[in-house]
C-alpha cells in the first residue's frame, strides 16, 4: 500500500523524517542521545495509544560491537 493509498484509508496522514544525536558534536554523552530517544518515543508512543497522529516509528543503524567503523555517527551500538 503506498503512502497516498494509506492515508485514503486510514485517513491519516503518512510522515517520515529521521532525527538523532550525532557522537561527532563536541561534548556528546550518550545518556543525551538516550535521554532524547526515550522522549521522542514517548510522545509517539503516548500519540498512537490514543489513536493519535502519531501512529508509529522505525529505527535503523543499530549496530553490534566491532561495527564502529560503519557507524556514520548517528549508529548505535545497543
Known sequence: MDALSHRRR?????????S???????GFNPLQRD?????VFAVI??????KGVGGGSFAWQ???????DYNDD?????
Not at 543499530?62 to 564502529?68: A, I, L, Q, S, T
Not at 548517528?74 to 545497543?78: A, E, K, Q, R, Y
Open 10 to 18: 486510514w485517513k491519516k496522514h503518512v510522515m517520515f523524517t529521521k
Open 20 to 26: 538523532g544525536l550525532s557522537d561527532l558534536h563536541k
Open 35 to 39: 535521554r532524547f530517544y526515550k522522549i
Open 45 to 50: 508512543y503516548e500519540s498512537a495509544n490514543k
Open 62 to 68: 543499530f549496530f553490534v560491537e566491532g561495527m564502529e
Open 74 to 78: 548517528f549508529g548505535i551500538v545497543p
